[in-house]
C-alpha cells in the first residue's frame, strides 16, 4: 500500500523535478572540484539542494530532510569560506548526493525512505566539524593490477579531436609500474559491471579491492548491488515526456488545416457525385488531395520531433560516473560533453543509457592511462574522453573516444584464441577492423582477475546487443599508444524505418535500408564454391551468397535473379531475391503477443498491404548456428 495517499501525482512531479535537479547538482559538483574558488558555482548548488529538500519536507520524507539538511549546511559553510574543498571532502559529498539518489529510488515505490547510511551521516558530521579524515577512514592502500604496456614511439601532444574518426593522437605509454597503490577511500565499489575495452592480456593478478565506507546502505542485503540501486534500474520505463508547446502549437495548425481540407475533399466528392465531373472540379480536387497529402506529411513529421529529447538529458550523468571511477583508480581523467543539443527519439535515450555508461567506463578503466605511465611516455597527466553527439543525414552518431593506451588487433586475436572463442584458423582470416569487432564476443575478456568494474566478459556484449535492438551499428578504431575511438550509427526514430521492399514469389518483406549498400544482379556463371558454400565476387570481396527463401525455410523455386549487398557491424553477404517492389518509409507496428522468429515488426503500404519487417541479425545468427557460412567466411559467425 502506498505511503502517500492521494499524492502520487505530487509525488510523481517531484521525482521528474528532483532527479534533473540533482543530477545538475552532480555535474556542478564536478566542476566544483575543478574550480573550487568558483562562488558562482556554489551558490547554484546549494540553491538545487534547498529545492530538493523543500520537495522532501512537503511529501513529509524525513530521513531524506535530514540527509538533505546535513548536506546543504556543508554546502553553505564551503560558500562562506569557513571550510576548503579537499578530494576527501567531495567524498564526502558525493557519498551524500548518490545517498540523496537511492533515496529517490525508493520513493519511486511509493514508500517512505529509511534512513541513511550511517556512516555517510557521521562522515558529513565529522565534515562540518572539520574533521573529514576521521569520519572517513581510511585503509592500508592494496595492489591493484594494471596489464602490461607496448611502447609505441610518437610525438607527444594533446588529442586532436576535429579528428574523431581518426585515432587520438598522443604518445603510447611506458610500462606501468607495478603495485600502483589506491587507498581505500578512492575503493568506491562500482554499481555497473563493465568489459575492458583494452587489448592487452593481463597477467598481475589484483587482490579483491576493499568496500568503500559508503559503498553500501545498513539495510542491503551483503555480497550485492545495494537494494535501493536496484530498485532504481528496475524501474519502469518512464512513459512520460517533456514536449515544447511551440511544437504542440505547431500540431494542432496541422490538425486545424487538414480538417478544413477534409471539409473541402467533403465538397468536392457531394459536387462528383452529383455528377459535376468538368474539368475545374477534378482540378480542384487534385489540388485538395496534394494539399492534404502536403499537410500530412508535415503533420506526420512535427508529430515525430515531439518525440524527440535533446540528448544533453541523458549526458548529464555521465561526469560524476567518469568523476567517480576515476577518483577510485587513483586517475586524472575529464569527461568532454558536445553536441548535447543533439535531439534523439525518447524510446532510443533510455536504450542507451546502459551502453554508454559501458563504454565511458572502460575509457576510463582500461582506455586511459595511470598518471605516472602518461608522464613516462610524455603525455599530459591529465586524460581526455569525449563523448559527442551530432546528426549526419538521417542518422545520429555518437562518439566516444579517448587519449589512452589504444588496442592492438593481434593481441585482441591471441586472447580470443587463448579463451576458445574463435579458432587460430578463424583468426588468422580476420582483418583488422574484424579482430577488433572481437571484444564484442560473450565472454571476452583481458582481464585475468574479475573485479567489481570488469573481467566477466559481458560488458561489451551488452552494448552491441543493445545498439543492433536499436536498428544501429557500432564502429571501432584504435592505435596502440595512441587511444580508442567508439563509433554508434543510430536512426533518426525508431517509428520511421526506411525499407527496401523485396520479392519472394509474389510476397513481399521489408529489410532495412541502412543495412543494403547495393543491388546487382546475379548470373549463375559467377557463382563460385569456397568450401561448399556458395559465394560471389564483388570488386575482389568474396561474399557469401544467401537466398531470402533459406532464410526463412521456404522453397526455393527459381535461383534468385537479383542480390542485396547487406552489411552489418561484423559481416557483408549477399542476399538472393526474386525481385523488389521499391523503396518506402515504414512505420513500423510492434507484434506485441506473437512474434515469429526473424520478424521485427510489420507495416502497411499504401495498397492497404500487410508487409513483414524482417530482423535480419535473427535471420542470419539462426543460420549461422545450423549451417557454416563458408569457411572463408567464418567471421560472419560472430554475430
Known amino acids: 500500500m502506498s505511503d502517500f495517499g492521494g499524492m502520487e501525482d505530487l509525488l510523481q512531479d517531484f521525482l521528474q523535478e528532483a532527479h534533473d535537479l540533482l543530477s545538475d547538482v552532480d555535474n556542478k559538483l564536478v566542476d566544483l572540484e575543478k574550480m573550487p574558488d568558483d562562488r558562482g558555482l556554489l551558490n547554484d548548488i546549494f540553491r538545487g539542494f534547498h529545492t530538493v529538500k523543500g520537495g522532501a519536507g512537503f511529501l513529509n520524507a524525513t530521513e531524506l530532510v535530514t540527509l538533505c539538511h546535513l548536506t546543504e549546511n556543508l554546502f553553505d559553510r564551503l560558500r562562506n569560506g569557513e571550510l576548503e574543498l579537499t578530494p576527501e571532502l567531495m567524498d564526502v559529498i558525493m557519498a551524500a548526493t548518490k545517498g540523496v539518489r537511492e533515496m529517490f529510488g525508493e520513493l519511486g515505490q511509493m514508500v517512505q525512505p529509511q534512513a541513511a547510511d550511517p556512516a555517510v551521516i557521521a562522515a558529513l558530521q565529522g565534515a562540518l566539524t572539520g574533521e573529514v579524515h576521521a569520519a572517513a577512514p581510511v585503509a592500508e592502500p592494496v595492489p591493484v593490477a594494471e596489464p602490461p604496456q607496448e611502447t609505441v614511439s610518437s610525438a607527444p601532444g594533446e588529442p586532436d579531436w576535429n579528428l574523431l574518426h581518426s585515432a587520438v593522437t598522443g604518445q603510447a605509454p611506458a610500462a606501468a609500474p607495478q603495485g600502483e597503490l589506491i587507498t581505500k577511500a578512492e575503493a568506491a565499489s562500482a554499481e555497473i559491471a563493465v ?18 565506507p559508503f559503498g553500501r546502505r545498513a539495510t542491503d542485503k551483503p555480497g550485492g548491488q545495494p537494494a535501493n540501486a536496484r530498485r532504481v534500474e528496475e524501474r519502469a520505463r518512464e512513459n512520460t515526456i517533456r514536449v515544447d508547446t511551440s511544437r504542440l502549437d505547431q500540431v494542432l495548425n496541422l490538425s486545424g488545416e487538414i480538417g478544413l481540407t477534409k471539409n473541402r475533399l467533403t465538397s468536392l466528392r457531394a459536387d462528383i457525385l452529383a455528377g459535376k465531373n468538368d474539368s475545374e472540379t477534378l482540378h480542384a480536387l487534385d489540388q485538395a488531395v496534394s494539399q ?9 513529421n512535427s508529430v515525430m ?26 586517475k586524472d581523467v575529464e569527461l568532454v560533453l558536445a553536441g548535447e ?52 543525414g538521417d542518422h ?33 582470416t580476420l582483418d583488422e577492423r574484424q579482430s577488433l569487432n572481437l571484444i564484442f564476443l560473450p565472454g571476452f575478456s583481458t582481464k585475468a582477475q574479475i573485479s567489481d568494474v570488469s573481467g566477466r566478459g559481458v560488458g561489451m556484449d551488452v552494448v552491441k546487443t543493445n545498439i543492433q535492438k536499436l536498428n544501429g551499428s557500432i564502429e571501432i578504431r584504435s592505435e596502440p599508444g595512441k587511444g580508442s575511438v567508439f563509433i554508434i550509427s ?29 543491388i546487382l544482379p546475379i548470373e549463375q556463371s559467377r557463382i563460385q564454391e569456397v568450401g561448399g558454400k556458395e559465394t560471389l565476387v564483388v570488386r575482389g570481396e568474396v561474399l557469401p551468397v544467401i537466398t531470402l527463401a533459406r532464410l526463412l525455410g521456404w522453397p526455393q523455386k527459381n535461383y534468385p535473379e537479383y542480390g542485396v549487398f547487406m552489411q552489418t557491424a561484423e559481416r557483408s553477404f549477399i542476399l538472393g531475391v526474386d525481385s523488389f517492389a521499391g523503396r518506402d518509409d515504414a512505420v513500423i507496428k510492434s507484434l506485441e503477443d506473437f512474434r515469429p522468429k526473424g520478424v521485427a515488426g510489420v507495416t502497411t503500404l499504401s495498397n492497404g498491404q500487410i508487409v513483414l519487417i524482417l530482423d535480419m541479425k535473427e535471420l542470419l545468427s539462426d543460420i549461422g548456428q545450423h549451417a557454416d557460412i563458408g569457411s572463408g567466411m567464418r567471421s560472419l559467425d560472430f554475430v
Open 341 to 392: 543539443e543533439t535531439e534523439v527519439d525518447k524510446t532510443m535515450i533510455e536504450d542507451l543509457a546502459d551502453p554508454l555508461i559501458h563504454l565511458i567506463r572502460n575509457a576510463v578503466d582500461h582506455g586511459v592511462e595511470m598518471p605516472s605511465e602518461r608522464q613516462m611516455a610524455g603525455k599530459p597527466v591529465k586524460s581526455l574522453v569525449r563523448l559527442e553527439a551530432r546528426q549526419e
Open 195 to 212: 568489459m575492458p575495452a583494452t587489448a592487452v592480456p593481463s597477467t598481475d593478478v589484483a587482490q579483491p579491492a576493499p568496500a568503500s
Open 490 to 518: 543510430l536512426p533518426l526514430t525508431l517509428a520511421i524505418l526506411p525499407v527496401l521492399l523485396v520479392l519472394l514469389g509474389e510476397q513481399p518483406f521489408a529489410l532495412p535500408l541502412s543495412m543494403v549498400r547495393e
Open 292 to 300: 492534404l497529402d502536403l499537410l500530412v506529411s508535415d503533420l506526420q
Open 396 to 428: 545520429i552518431v555518437l562518439i566516444i573516444a579517448d587519449d589512452g593506451k589504444g588496442m592492438s588487433a593481434e593481441r585482441i586475436r591471441a586472447k580470443a584464441i587463448e579463451k576458445g572463442l574463435v579458432s587460430e584458423e578463424e583468426a588468422n
Open 305 to 330: 520531433k515531439t518525440r524527440m529529447q535533446p540528448i544533453g538529458r541523458l549526458f548529464q550523468k555521465y561526469p560524476r560516473i567518469a568523476r567517480d571511477l576515476a577518483r577510485q583508480l587513483g
